[in-house]
């Protein structure tokens, strides 16, 4: 395995994105896949090497191009980057930071939205950083705003150019009183990445609390910062003038583990996710056992499969400890093999349901309600960008041609074309290597019968 494979050359613009799948479908998915690292994780604690004055080794890293782009933009600012030995370790070694050159690092613009979080540990290592257009998948708007306002609190003086976003601290970056408008994750990560070597204490409030964040809490806690906690979503971090390098090993990825969970229930197979936990997937798994789904968890990891009819469901998705915005697209396939009436309630993000346009082509009996629907009593507070979508099962599915819009999207759609009947072509699956590892391997082990066509 290389964790710096093709994707990574091209700085995550192309990695194949164009790669066609021809997916012979109606086989049940059966066997073993290996969950790593939290691709929502790795990529931060990557960032967070930066801050530190000594070298980094982070574990269980994923072989994914989202991890290729902020590897080869760590690159460009002179940090090393290499293989440590053990599978799916790296050595980041930031002692030799320095300022990139505006084309090389204008080469990642549109790959990923991770390089916003390079503004706090840049500004500290060399009192600047610019900032290409962001990528990340297209599910909403996904403004950067409370990033901007933060940074400004802190001290940055913030510049915005065609190109991208100039930041500048002439007076050197300063402990604030932040208060989130939403518990952003990303935001959530600026305040801490910048934080934790400003002088004087931070303290953030509404901050997001996903397994995620307090995974990076951990890792820069390793560096030497000093971050607490309180009930409510404050976070206090004491700015310290020094950290060092860490030695990790990312927490799992449950959002890749959440995939393979669907997947086993959509196509009536069984998958034993190894390395999946259950106490960061308490949300999905009392789901999962509304639907009369079933799951044994095990040790060193938790096995999936439908075991019986499953029973419509009414999820919303939240901020954690919330059902997560990235579990509900895999688990609406499932949903499509449900008994009754299912609806999802997206209050994350604006635009998340367009995945379902193929699953309808397939034969899905899926209804979006762009403007949310007011039925039922709620969990999650109503927001003005929610969205429902009402699945009404259980429903044949049939192949189809079609093209993946993103990644937890373009997932869903190679699980919709294994349960259907027939043939699928499915486009555009490169994107699927943001966030999974090894898939197409992943898939031929569990017994899918497909080829790569294009
Ligand atoms: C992270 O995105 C994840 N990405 C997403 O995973 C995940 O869906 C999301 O958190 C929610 O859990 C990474 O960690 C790389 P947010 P992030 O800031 O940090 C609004 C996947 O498939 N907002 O919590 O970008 C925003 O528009 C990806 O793995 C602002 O209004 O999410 C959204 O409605 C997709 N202004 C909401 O907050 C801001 O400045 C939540 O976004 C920032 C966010």
Redesign the pocket.
Known sequence: MTLLGETATTGGRKGGEGEVLAIRGGRALRGTVEVLGA??LV??AMVAALLGESPSVLRDVPDIS?VAVVRSLLEVHGVRVEEAGERGALLLDPRDVESAHMEEIDAHAGAS??PILFCGPLLHRLGQAFIPDLG??R?????????LDALRKFGAVVEKLPSGIRLSAPRGLHGANIHL???????T?QVLLTAVRAEGTTELRNA?I?P?IMDLIAVLQKMGAIISYEPNRVVLIEGVPRLEGYDHRAIFDR?EAASWASAAIATDGEIFVAGAQQQEMLTFLNVLRKTGAGFEIREDGILFRRGGDLRGVTVETD?HPGF???WQQPLIVALTQAQGRSVVHET???NRFGFTQALVQMGADITVYPHGLQEGPRRVPRRS?EQAAVITGPTSLRGADITVPD??GGYSHVIAALTAEGESTVRNIGIIRR?YADFLDKLSALGADFDVVG
Do not use: Q, W
């Open positions: 691709k929502n990529t931060k989202d939205r991770i990340g998948c599910i909403g708007d996904r403004p950067i705003d409370f990033h408008p939403y518990p952003s994750v990303g935001a990560e997001a996903e995620e959002n901020v997560m915005t990235d994350v993000y604006e960008l990644l937890r966030g």
